[in-house]
């Protein structure tokens, strides 16, 4: 003998890098799925969990698909997905993170701890997520319905009387936190904006912008989450609370474009407005609000730069001048200016009577806390 002999089972290195792909193209079906079915899903926190399994699994799927590029260096490359994933119901995603779940299981199992560190790392992490995400999604069921309207609240697609009276006061105090928390409550239309523009525009604009707007979605639902646990906490009750999706339905049925420069404008045009908002809580004592607030913010900058980038790139990809965005916002604007116009004058009462009934019912409350 010449040699000393091996020491450990070893996986051969661009093995592992293949398997790692296989992980990494199950995981991007899963981020897709996510928001394409985030329209179809009515209850919110099942939205919300949509958007968190969208960006966990788009984490897991970058960091999958960088450690490829390492295993292969000097060839920055990752094979062409080789198999379909015909994703059609609850129960294929459900399965398929849990097939998930038992490939990670087993890559630990032989994981070299040596050589393959990083791998097992990141492996890790994505097998603790997807034995969270299939507790967290065992009742989703995706409906008919687009968009699937959570049925617990006051179904009002304008969701505020100011969007069709602006002398309806943006409101002082106790309305101006309920205000607020009704605003980020129906960011709803912004979750499934962002789902929808995910899973549609992922294939003209490939893994990074899928990377982003899984993050985009998350954040989306973390901040219609913010306004839904502010309300539950006041105990309002939720069928007295207005649900609705106008800027959603403003571009339903338009090119996904359009729902790129919806995100990217109407969400971001308010962004000065809520260093005062915070402020303003601040002021009240209201610390949640204006917490709520600040966090919101600063995800809001990055979602300003998202939307500027993602916006260019799209033109660009489709043969146009990307400079040419402004006039993709300026039929944003039509197309809401006509969602609104679509609006009757029954709309309007019912709203306002809505939110009237809100504000004192909130009143009442915040002023029997008082005494
Ligand atoms: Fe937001
Ligand atoms: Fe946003």
Redesign the pocket.
């Known amino acids: 003998m010449t040699y000393l002999p091996p020491t450990r089972d070893l996986r051969v290195r661009l093995d592992t890098a293949q398997a790692l792909t296989r992980l990494f193209y199950r995981e991007q079906a899963v981020v897709l799925a996510c928001g394409r079915w985030i329209v179809r899903t009515a209850p919110l926190e099942l939205k919300a969990e949509l958007g968190r399994t969208a960006w966990e699994s788009a984490l897991a799927a970058d960091a999958l698909r960088e450690r490829v590029f390492e295993l292969r260096y000097p060839t920055r490359f990752i094979d062409e997905q080789a198999e379909k994933l015909p994703l059609e119901s609850a129960d294929d995603l459900r399965s398929l993170l849990a097939e998930l779940r038992d490939d990670y299981a087993d890559y630990l199992d032989h994981v070299d701890e040596l050589a393959d560190g990083p791998s097992r790392r990141l492996v890790e992490a994505a097998l603790r997520d997807k034995e969270r995400q299939r507790e967290a999604l065992a009742g989703l069921d995706l409906s008919e319905d687009d968009p699937a309207r959570d049925p617990r609240y006051f179904a009002s697609p304008i969701y505020w009387p100011d969007v069709l009276d602006p002398s309806y006061p943006y409101g002082e105090g106790v309305a101006l936190q309920l205000r607020s928390a009704v605003s980020h409550l129906n960011?709803v239309w912004?979750v499934e904006t962002a789902g929808r523009i995910l899973d549609e525009l992922s294939p003209e604009l490939g893994w990074e912008f899928t990377r982003d707007a899984a993050r985009w979605l998350y954040?989306?639902t973390r901040?219609m989450l913010m306004g839904k646990q502010r309300l539950d906490g006041w105990d309002l009750r939720a069928e007295a609370i207005p649900l609705g999706g106008y800027i959603y339905e403003a571009w339903q049925h338009e090119d996904p474009l359009y729902g790129l420069g919806m995100l990217g404008y109407f969400?971001t045009k308010n962004i000065g407005r809520k260093r005062e908002r915070a402020a303003a809580f601040h002021e009240m004592g209201d610390v949640t609000s204006e917490t709520d607030m600040e966090f919101?913010w600063a995800?809001?900058t990055l979602?300003a730069e998202y939307g500027r980038r993602w916006l260019r790139r799209l033109l660009e990809a489709r043969g146009e001048d990307p400079e040419s965005w402004p006039a993709v916002l300026e039929r944003c604007e039509q197309l809401v200016q006509e969602r609104v116009a679509r609006a009757t004058d029954e709309d309007l009462e019912r709203i306002r009577a809505c939110a009237d009934d809100l504000i004192a019912t909130a009143e009442t409350q915040a002023g029997a806390r008082d005494v």
Do not use: T
């Open positions: 960011e912004a954040d989306e901040h969400e919101d995800d809001e979602h």
